[in-house]
């Protein structure tokens, strides 16, 4: 059962990372955990989308060139979730060539940030895109409620 997971996550306010590089993973993790989120760190694409598929987190950042599977990949399989669609990712990289940000836009990132990061810039991005924790703990512990009572009688 997830519910124990969505109260500490919605109460923690979770945020997931998906990042090979370490510095960046501790330049981020210091930037949020001192503004009250907890970070989760995935060092490459197949763990991160394991996480996400398992934990649902209110919030993705997300890198795109990562080892085992690309930050396009993982945003693509994300967004063709429906279960997972509506989790804002935010792709952070390196690649700043023209024409870059729409690409990721288009492959289903809600925004983007180019490396290096900005730190003023990583805190208005997550600001603005951190979901409501009560709404996000509203709507999973209903969606759990509801597979308690099911008919089937299991729960």
Do not use: W
């Not at 500490?8 to 001192?34: A, F, G």
């Not at 890198?63 to 399989?77: A, F, H, S």
């Amino acid at each position: 059962m997830l519910l124990p997971n969505v109260l500490i996550m919605s109460e923690q306010k979770t945020v997931l990372y998906i990042e090979d590089n370490p510095h960046n993973r501790r330049l981020v993790r210091r930037t949020l955990e001192r503004r009250g989120y907890d970070l989760i760190e995935a060092e490459d694409g197949e763990s991160g989308l394991a996480i996400v598929q398992e934990l649902r987190p209110p919030l993705i950042l997300l890198d795109i060139g990562l080892p085992k599977m690309d930050g396009m990949e993982v945003v693509g399989r994300i967004k063709a979730d429906a279960e997972l669609r509506n989790i804002p990712v935010i792709a952070i990289t390196a690649s700043a060539i023209q024409g870059d940000r729409e690409r990721f836009l288009a492959a289903g990132c809600d925004d983007y940030l180019s490396k290096p990061i900005q730190v003023l810039e990583l805190i208005d991005k997550v600001n603005q895109y951190y979901p409501s924790a009560t709404n996000v703990y509203q709507q999973q512990k209903a969606r759990i409620e509801g597979e308690k009572t099911s008919p089937d009688g299991a729960g």
